[in-house]
């Protein structure tokens, strides 16, 4: 092979003549940091094993690509969100707004989405569904420019539509990945967009209320009771009566839907690891609504929002090291 000659291995390979390291020229975001350096370069790379990705110093996959693209998307919405702020935008309102994306000389919507609430969910139905649908006449024949705008309305409705996700896995009480967000404004990414017609307002219906059913000692609070944080997994939360000769009256023991993991290495069963947390709020105390984290048989913990605050950054230090480990565990020894 003679030293101009390409690479005869892999197409996408820039090295030029007899090499062993495989790699892609380098693709970088166009915008350089204060000091002029390349910001975020990625490029393809291969060498005995199988082809991976360099990025972020680290040697990914293309399975963890994609998921680090896509916390990285959720994190650009966070930080466009950060200027909507300065600029005094009003925030987003997910749970009352509907969304919507066009295109040049559509007569409708290519995609809208709103939230609404049923009236009356059945057993084990959500309380609340993200509706998306399209219009009538939304056909549009684009050049070049509209098919431009076209990408850059969709680019501000993403943003519109991670926030509806969010707002209905805070009114479901799921979890959901992402980026942490810093302040409640920023749900979803950036509130508000050059063309405000990507957003009108919507009723959302109210919660149907059903009666307390009576006992005497403690019993489970049925869906659509008001009372109620948002939050709140109202099947499960309880409803305890002060006996008569106490002076009467009730308290509610309010409980969140939990999120559970199992941690295992493949091994014994027994070994495996569950982590459990969850939300929850006794009115015969006054702690007020607390994070309560069990991690197997060991004595639970509960956290204030200030706890909670130092226990995402803790979080946030493991995974960001569990990832560099994760990067690190296919390199080999130094000869």
Known sequence: ??????????????ETG??????????????????????????????DGAP???????????????????????????VAALADLIDGRAPLEPG?????ATAAGARGALIS???????????????ARLAVFGQPEADADLDVAGADQLITNLEQYLPRLRAQRNHLAAILGAGGGGTRLVHPQALGGSVRGAD?????????????????IPATNSVAIHDGTPGHYPWCNTAACITHRYEERDGGGSYVEHVGRETTVTLTDGGYPEDAITITAGLGDDEATTSGTQVYLNVGDLDGLAFD?????????????????LRTMRGQMASEARP
């Open 96 to 100: 009352t707004e509907c969304y919507l």
């Open 305 to 321: 929002s200030a706890g909670v605050d130092q226990l995402l950054t803790q979080l946030d230090t493991l995974t960001s090291a």
């Open 18 to 47: 007899n090499h062993t390291m495989h790699a892609s020229a380098y693709t970088e975001a166009p915008s350089p940091d204060g000091y002029g350096d390349r910001v975020l370069p990625a490029n393809l790379m291969a060498e």
């Open 113 to 127: 989405s709103e939230i609404y609430h049923l009236d009356d969910p059945k057993p084990g139905e959500p309380a």
């Open 1 to 14: 092979m003679t030293d101009n000659q390409t690479c005869t291995v892999y197409p996408w390979c820039a």
């Open 196 to 212: 405000e017609r990507v957003s009108a307002s919507v009723d959302t219906p109210e919660r149907h209320s059903m009666p307390v």
């Open 52 to 78: 991976y990705i360099g990025w972020l110093d680290l040697d990914l996959t293309a399975e963890q690509t994609r998921a680090r693209v896509a916390e990285l998307r959720n994190h650009l919405d966070t």
